[in-house]
């Protein structure tokens, strides 16, 4: 009887967890249809402009919202791929120090530190990004005479960028980690010194791997917000020039639904339908990152 | 029995170091390790090892497991290098020249000295790269003819190329056990080793596998010195010339096979070898 009675507390519990996943999943996409019903899918997936605002009078100036979200997109890609030219190079051969070369005892302190790294609430980085960083870069791009925005795009994926850096180096340490020890005293034995066994045996045999870590990582700076909330512009740019100001999917959905709302009006869902795009996106990118990464430890084992 | 221990009388003079230029040592030793001692972490793991391997023929470690077989071997092509806190001692000569020499390069020494280990481990690349990788890092080939026919060279010795010859491009790692251990032979002897040392290379075979192996090993001792360790006793009876038996870190006796299974002088080999330890 009690077996009974925790089995069902139990089961009950999981159950919940899972239906609310999927209400949300639910009204996310009921939402977004509402709104793809006052604007066309094609608009809001390849228009080139983005200004939401709706009046809330008739009698107002700048009544017709536009709702193309490439700047959006294209803005999320553009800081996404700026932080991944910072994280991917030192988070893999970081990885690749602390895997191959480094002593255990050091091993012992520096992963702990990496993982500090990971735990500093992203709103930490977020104004670290807006008051440290995007000054810097403002002030050193005018002393070189280059016009970088203070809210650039380079800033804010400098910083996403650190912010990754352990995600990457973590999977990727466990990655090369896994590469058995007998393929490196293969390479060893036919007499590779240990640089030529690591970009010859090893790195080629983790590669897949590593990949897939790198898709887990883009879906986390895809999906990120404090750091582009302060760092990174509130109007939309269609650029491709990081040392302008850009938007991204994430701050949209922000600025949309702060300060008072109206639930029905085209502003507010379309904060909807981008969530729903964004979900869209990072699922794929941690569904196909996580089948590789775990295809990847068990290929060894 | 008595005809052939009579015949063997020289041979282990020959061994004993103090008079290396004797008449009958016609045949200088391919390797000679004097006094060698291991220790990892200040363990001792072998200890005062003494031993002469012959040039091209099959010289068979065997002995109870942890008895250091494998810790030697591993001394010869210098891999214990690689473990953390192991210290060698005493001195090992291939060709004359001191191994553990202040100005020997170890890159060129494991080309001399090739190494097949217990668990096949062909690299997760094609099998036709597995085979170029010795090449190309010693750069002897880099690409084209010269290159292919390393490959096929070594493949055709390593008795693989007719099984294989088809699907050069295909995953190594899809081949079977057997044919990956080949490969790895192949692999070993694509950089023209004079030496081969194989660490129990059937232990992960099956008896068909395993018998394939013996008969390749027996092929190539007419060009290649090779160093076998193994659990296997009827093994070493079937591949080696000569075979030495570890006990507890110290080389115990070293003589022909057929004196080692049939007339051993220590009592230990004696008892190793009809089962009663081990």
């Known amino acids: ?301 | 029995m008595m005809l052939e221990r009579t015949h063997v009388q020289p041979l282990t003079v020959n061994s004993s170091r103090d008079e290396p230029s004797t008449d009958d040592a016609s045949v200088a030793p391919k390797i000679r390790a004097s006094g060698v001692n291991v220790s990892y972490s200040g363990r001792l793991a072998i200890n005062n090892v003494n031993l002469d391997i012959k040039a091209k023929s099959v010289t068979a470690l065997i002995g109870p497991s942890g008895c250091g077989k494998t810790t030697f071997l591993r001394c010869i092509n210098r891999m214990n290098d690689l473990i953390e806190g192991c210290e060698v001692t005493g001195n090992i000569t291939l060709d004359n020249e001191d191994v553990y020499g202040s100005d020997v390069d170890v890159v060129v020494l494991r080309r001399r000295i090739g190494m097949v280990f217990q668990k096949h481990n062909p690299f997760p690349k094609s099998i036709y790269e597995n085979v170029a990788y010795g090449p190309r890092i010693h750069g002897q080939a880099t690409k084209g003819d010269d290159l292919n026919q390393i490959v096929e060279r070594s493949l055709v010795r390593a008795g693989l190329w007719d099984e294989v010859k088809d699907r050069l491009d295909a995953p190594a790692t899809g081949l079977s056990g057997g044919q990956q251990q080949r490969l790895c032979i192949a692999r070993a002897i694509a950089v023209e080793p004079d030496v081969i040392l194989m660490d129990e290379p059937c232990s992960a075979l099956d008896p068909i596998a395993t018998a394939r192996i013996e008969e390749l090993i027996d092929d190539l001792k007419t060009k290649y010195t090779i160093v076998i360790v193994t659990h296997s006793m009827q093994q070493a009876a079937r591949v080696s010339q000569r075979t030495a038996f570890f006990h507890l870190g110290e080389l115990v006796e070293e003589n022909e096979a057929k004196i080692i299974f049939t007339n051993p002088s220590d009592e230990r080999t004696r008892a190793y070898v009809t089962g009663s330890i081990g």
């Open chain 1, 1 to 301: 009887m009690v077996e009974r009675l925790i089995r069902a507390i139990l089961f009950s519990c999981s159950a919940v967890a899972i239906f609310i996943t999927i209400g949300i999943i639910a009204s996310l996409i009921f939402e977004a249809l509402r709104f793809f019903q006052s604007v066309s899918v094609f608009e809001f997936l390849f228009g080139t402009e983005w200004s939401p605002q709706t009046a809330l009078r008739a009698d107002q100036v700048g009544a017709s919202g536009r709702f193309g979200a490439v700047p959006l997109f294209v803005g999320t890609a553009l800081i996404s791929t700026v932080a991944l030219c910072v994280s991917a190079p030192l988070g893999i051969f970081s990885a690749i120090y602390l895997s191959e070369y480094a002593s255990d005892t050091l091993r012992s302190y520096v992963k702990p530190l990496l993982e500090i790294l990971a735990g500093i609430p992203t709103v930490v980085y977020g104004f670290f990004a807006a008051i440290v960083i995007a000054p810097a870069l403002s002030n050193l791009g005018a002393s070189i005479g280059l016009e970088v925005a203070y809210e650039s795009a380079l800033a804010a994926g400098l910083v996403m960028g650190v912010m990754i850096i352990p995600l990457i180096s973590s999977i990727s340490d466990d990655i090369i980690t896994a590469v058995p020890d007998s393929l490196r005293e293969g390479s060893r034995g036919l007499g590779a010194t240990k640089s030529e066994t690591i970009r010859r045996v090893v790195l080629p045999a983790a590669l897949p791997g590593i990949a897939g870590g790198i898709l887990l990582a883009i879906s986390r700076a895809v999906g990120e917000t404090m750091i582009v909330v302060m760092a990174a512009g509130l109007s939309a740019n269609l650029t491709f020039n990081p040392l302008e100001a850009v938007t991204t999917v994430t701050v949209q959905i922000v600025v949309l639904l702060t300060g008072d709302q109206e639930f029905d009006s085209s502003k507010t869902l379309a904060a909807f339908a981008l969530g729903l795009a964004l979900f869209c996106i990072t699922m794929v990118l941690n569904v196909i990152g996580s089948q590789i990464v775990k295809k990847y430890r068990e290929q060894y084992d």
